[in-house]
């Protein structure tokens, strides 16, 4: 069994900054690629970013590019999340989740990852 356990949530104002992160544990698995998505009260839960872990390849949502860096610590199993300039809007549970190799692409769907986190809340005032 694999598990992801996020922390470093909480409240935080407008402009502040938080930083997320994730530990894998558990068996051994590919962990191809390793992400972040969101769910704000009443919506879907979307992408936000992942990072494949075989070259530290990133891609972003457009709604967090050059605010959120998602980088990865392999001696710690480790992924974070480094989110700045936060908005009200980017409050929402963030999940973190982990792919198995499917091909070298980085899935941007739920569907695409394996693993998840219990999620993490993130509430940004105004």
């Known amino acids: 069994q694999v598990q992801l356990v996020e922390s470093g949530g909480g409240l935080v104002q407008a402009g502040g900054s938080l930083r997320l992160s994730c530990a894998a544990s558990g068996r051994t698995f590919s962990r191809s690629v390793m992400g972040w998505f969101r769910q704000p009260p009443g919506k879907e839960r979307d992408f936000v970013t992942a990072i494949r872990w075989i070259d530290a390849y990133t891609t972003y949502a457009d709604s967090v590019k050059g605010r959120f860096t998602i980088s990865r610590d392999n001696a710690k199993n480790t992924v974070y999340l480094q989110m700045n300039s936060l908005k009200p809007e980017d409050t929402a549970v963030y999940y973190c989740?982990?792919?198995?190799?499917?091909?070298?692409?980085?899935?941007?769907?739920?569907?695409?990852?394996?693993?998840w986190g219990q999620g993490t809340q993130v509430t940004v005032s105004s």
């Open positions: 989740a982990a792919a198995e190799f499917r091909s070298w692409g980085i899935s941007k769907v739920k569907s695409g990852y394996d693993y």
